[in-house]
């Protein structure tokens, strides 16, 4: 369990400073990557085509782990996240993802699930639901 949530703390400290510490190493060659919105990439050398592309694009900012949940051959990891575009847009979201482990600790199988993080009580004026008409982007 140590050893993959090394894994897991190296992969969010690589977006942090931008840099690849080794995602052949620490992916499948045939591992899955799901992001909350939906994008989809399969093999470490895409998974590395991602990461290499979207920082041309884009900063991570804050990638907080919170906690972790080991079982068998899967981890899940609870986190806050938040980064900028290119453009100025500030996106920030907790989330969670699920990994599925091969029996020498690579990633086989990651995905991810998002979670908006204005949280609000629609019943807090009465037994009529008011929702604030917010959307979330990555859903």
């Known amino acids: 369990m140590k050893t993959r949530e090394i894994v897991i703390r190296r992969w969010f400290d690589m977006w942090l400073q931008k840099k690849d510490l080794g995602i052949s190493e620490m992916f499948s060659d045939n591992a899955v990557y799901i992001e909350s919105w939906g994008p989809e990439y399969h093999g470490s050398a895409k998974i590395k085509l991602w990461f290499d592309e979207w920082n041309t694009r884009g900063t991570v900012l804050q990638w907080d782990i919170k906690q972790f949940f080991h079982k068998e051959n ?66």
Request: proline share 5%; with cysteine.
């Open 74 to 139: 899967q981890t899940m990891v609870e986190w806050y996240f938040k980064n900028q575009m290119n453009d100025g847009k500030v996106e920030a979201f907790d989330g969670v993802s699920l990994i599925e482990w091969t029996s020498d600790d690579k990633i086989l199988f990651l995905k991810e699930f998002g979670c908006n993080i204005n949280n609000y009580d629609p019943y807090q004026n009465g037994s009529v639901p008011q929702f604030n008409g917010e959307t979330s982007p990555w859903f």
